[in-house]
């Protein structure tokens, strides 16, 4: 296993899906006129809109990376593939942890926005970040 690349690859994921998430939240606000966190209670209506399509984002980004990573692998087993999504989930799960509930900041959530509100969404999105590698090893023999 390669884990440079394979934190790379997340990485990269990880902040293209931030992105896509904070852009879809700012359109929701500036084009569809929805409520911001300034104006409603909670998050606010334009991310609260949002939450359903975090999941198909990171369906779509991480087999990509996933398929990257398995890609530059000099053996690529459905083992290793298996191993990269929990490595990946894991990682992404303290980094959550770490970035959106215990650094103070402007968006940050507490346990249980994080946690229990944000579900399925949230159990959603680490499923799909584990699949990631595995759908990018199906993909790299197509």
């Known amino acids: 296993m390669r884990g440079g ?6 990485m990269i994921g990880y902040v293209i899906v931030t992105w896509i998430g904070v852009g879809h939240t700012i359109f929701n606000v500036k084009v569809l ?8 209670e909670g998050l606010g ?11 198909l984002y990171n369906l779509i980004i991480f087999p990509i990376f996933g398929w990257l990573y398995m890609s530059g692998l000099d053996e690529r087993t459905l083992s290793a593939a298996i ?4 490595i990946w989930a894991f990682v992404s799960i303290i980094v959550d942890l770490v970035g959106w ?4 900041h402007p968006l940050q959530l507490s346990f ?9 969404w949230i159990t959603l999105v680490y499923v799909a970040i584990f699949l990631g590698p595995v ?4 993909l790299v023999f197509m």
Do not use: D
């Not at 509930?101 to 103070?104: A, G, H, Q, S, T």
């Open 5 to 10: 690349m394979l934190l790379l690859w997340l």
């Open 33 to 40: 006129h929805m409520k911001s966190m300034k104006e409603s």
């Open 45 to 55: 209506e334009a991310y609260e809109r949002t939450k359903p399509w975090h999941v």
């Open 83 to 86: 191993i990269a999504g929990a």
């Open 101 to 104: 509930v215990l650094i103070p």
């Open 112 to 120: 249980k926005q994080f946690y229990i509100e944000y579900q399925p």
């Open 135 to 138: 759908i990018g090893y199906f």
